[in-house]
């Protein structure tokens, strides 16, 4: 499926999914898209949750928190993108 508004093709893989092969849902593309970002948001904060840099950790540590820092952010830009268009 492909919508009027141009997604990544992040973004665009997740609203497919959650609309698997329904053409019509009977709800606004837009309310679809707000759903499916407040899952992701959800998701994000599940799996992923917002932590803080860790003060006098070690390297591992460090690669760690920047690797877990970096799947929210892809979440959530995910999330915000389909929130926003």
Do not use: C, H
């Not at 499926?1 to 849902?25: H, I, K, N």
């Not at 917002?50 to 690797?67: C, Q, T, V």
């Amino acid at each position: 499926m492909t919508y009027p508004a141009s997604l990544s093709p992040a973004a665009q893989a997740v609203l497919d999914a959650f609309l698997g092969d329904a053409e019509d849902t009977g709800l606004q593309m837009d309310d679809l898209r707000e759903n499916v970002a407040a899952a992701i948001y959800a998701l994000a904060d599940q799996v992923v949750p917002k932590r803080e840099i860790p003060r006098y950790a070690g390297e591992n540590a460090l690669a760690d928190w920047s690797a877990r820092d970096d799947v929210r952010d892809d979440l959530l830009r995910i999330a915000n993108e389909l929130n926003n268009g």
